[in-house]
């Protein structure tokens, strides 16, 4: 399998299941943006042209209990095959055509020779913006805490 | 007997061109756009996604427009959007607990590790019309602080180590699912947490609302409410493993409530559960309550005949499509039916007599 660029030893999939959740929350057009800047797209083939449905998201009862639905999201999903057989799939957030082709291009090319590259051009800048990103909202919560302070303690 | 109904379609077309163009409102206004409704009118759009059974915040943004506003229509397309879309699976159970929390607060502890935090609530505003938005937008940045990133545990699992509080242990029997297999009773707990996430927000809150006023009374505190993103995983059979799909924000309300004991359970605290898509605290509340109030048979309370209490009634009024479904096609043409009941009407005054009693009268 040439779908193990993971840095983590324990879970052989653990890489790739990184780069494809990154690439499933990825604002519009950033993956093709970010793509195109790095180099001329390969050639494919759809194994599957991209389709968009739905996935029934599921929660627990009280948080740790038995599933229950809460509802469905949209979803985009594809599967497309580079000359040299490696096999790029992507399941992505909303109803986005072209991004799920630009994510599917990548873990395709993730698994092949470009890996390197297409890990400092894509990948990397995608991690650090959404990593911004969610540090900024954490930052603005913080900021809502509370610090509460006692007038006068009975003890000691 | 079929009384021919042809005729109304140029009445029609002209409806809905009238209904384009009141839809628009005066062009001198600057028409509004999803992104707009999106980001601008962000609770409408959750309340559409939430009651709609579909989080997609600009289908909801675009629903919204076309509906002119009218939250319940809007929730009536995504409705219908959402059956022509094909399911490609269900997610894993999403972990609240390691939600990135915008807002997470608890009216039973002060001191809960990880603190009280506020987030963007109305709560603590004075409700006094603000005229400077008549005006313009413009907003300060919010101020910041250091924040170190951690999971947020559950107020609840602090109860648990006491064993004061019943126990919500892990379970994966697969639920059922309302929009696969139509409603039928009895109802298990999973059905109903499906059904109340996207019930009727009013309906809800009036149900939740009876219960604390005494309809089946359950002593309610807010044990946690949290507001933020979690994950979405799901496995991927042609991979062989889950991957993050995308990210949801949900709002979760657990509820402690006061037991005293039944015949089946000892006296402890006892919980309700509401979990809604997007920032809808006043429904998560109003969930966590009206299933605590629905779990009365599982916990050997008395039913005291209340409204919260009966689960056929709640579920079968609680959601707002089917409500108004049939509420609103009584507007549409009866024609025939009326007929027959006016003769009947007649047939009927006719052998009561009262045809005569009348010309006797005049």
């Known amino acids: 399998m040439k779908d193990t660029f993971d840095e983590n030893a324990g879970d052989k ?41 739905s996935t029934m998201v599921r929660g627990r009862a009280g948080g740790t209990g038995a599933p229950f639905n809460i509802g469905e999201m949209t979803v985009t999903r594809c599967a497309l095959t580079l000359p040299d057989g490696v096999v790029g799939h992507a399941y992505i957030q909303g109803r986005r055509k072209a991004d799920a082709e630009a994510a599917a291009l990548v873990d395709a090319l993730m698994q092949g020779a470009a890996a390197d590259i297409v890990r400092t051009t894509v990948l990397e800048p995608l991690e650090a913006e959404q990593t911004a990103a969610k540090t900024a909202r954490a930052q603005k919560a913080a900021a809502t805490k509370v610090e509460f302070f006692t007038m006068a303690r009975g003890e000691d | 007997m079929y009384v021919a109904v042809k005729g109304g379609e ?14 628009r409102g005066d062009t001198d206004v600057a028409e509004l756009n999803i992104p707009q409704i999106r980001e601008q009118l962000k609770l409408a759009v959750d309340r559409v996604m939430a009651e709609g059974s579909l989080y997609d915040p600009d289908l909801a943004a675009l629903a919204i427009k076309q509906s002119r506003g009218d ?40 001191d809960l590790p990880g603190g009280q935090v506020l987030g963007p609530t109305f709560d603590y505003t004075h409700r006094l019309l603000d ?34 509080i019943e126990e919500a242990p892990l379970d994966d029997t697969p639920p059922p699912d309302l929009t696969r297999e139509p409603l039928e009773m009895p109802a298990d707990r999973a059905l109903r947490l ?41 496995d991927i059979p042609e991979l062989g493993f889950a991957i993050e799909i995308g990210e949801v924000t949900l709002t979760e309300c657990e509820t402690v409530n006061q037991f005293t004991g039944s015949k089946t359970e000892p006296p402890q605290f006892t919980r309700g559960y509401g979990l809604v898509f997007g920032q809808s605290e006043r429904k998560a509340i109003s969930m966590a ?39 609103e096609h009584i507007k549409l043409p009866h024609y025939v039916d009326f007929q027959s009941e006016l003769e009947l009407v007649r047939k009927l005054r006719r052998e009561a007599g009262a045809d005569q009693v009348q010309e006797a009268a005049e």
């Open chain 2, 194 to 234: 499906q059904a109340l996430t996207r019930a009727d927000e009013g309906f809800t809150l009036g149900l939740a609302y009876s219960t604390q006023r005494g309809y089946a009374r359950n002593h309610a505190f807010v044990g946690e409410l949290r507001i933020g993103a979690v994950a979405v995983e799901m």
């Open chain 2, 71 to 110: 939250l319940i229509e809007a929730i009536f397309l995504i409705r219908a959007y959402r059956t022509t879309l094909p399911r490609f699976g269900a997610s894993d159970p999403v972990d609240t607990g390691a939600m990135a929390c915008d807002r997470r607060i608890s009216a039973t502890f002060k």
């Open chain 1, 13 to 53: 999939n653990a890489g790739r299941k990184a780069w494809m959740g990154l690439l499933a929350k990825a604002p519009e057009g950033r993956v093709a943006t970010l793509l195109d800047a790095a180099m001329a797209r390969p050639e494919f083939t759809w194994l599957r042209a991209p389709e968009i449905g």
């Open chain 2, 131 to 164: 005229f400077k938005l008549a005006a313009d937008g413009e907003v300060p940045a919010a101020p910041t602080r250091e924040s170190v990133p951690r999971d947020v545990p559950h107020v609840t699992e602090f109860l648990n180590q006491e064993g004061l």
């Open chain 2, 10 to 23: 140029r009445a029609i077309e002209s409806a809905h061109a009238w209904l384009a163009e009141e839809r």
């Open chain 2, 289 to 327: 309550l009206v299933d605590r109030a629905l779990r009365w048979e599982e916990l050997g309370e008395d039913n005291v005949g209340a409204p919260a209490q009966d689960t056929e009634f709640v579920l079968y009024h609680a959601d707002n499509i089917q409500a108004t479904g049939f509420l």
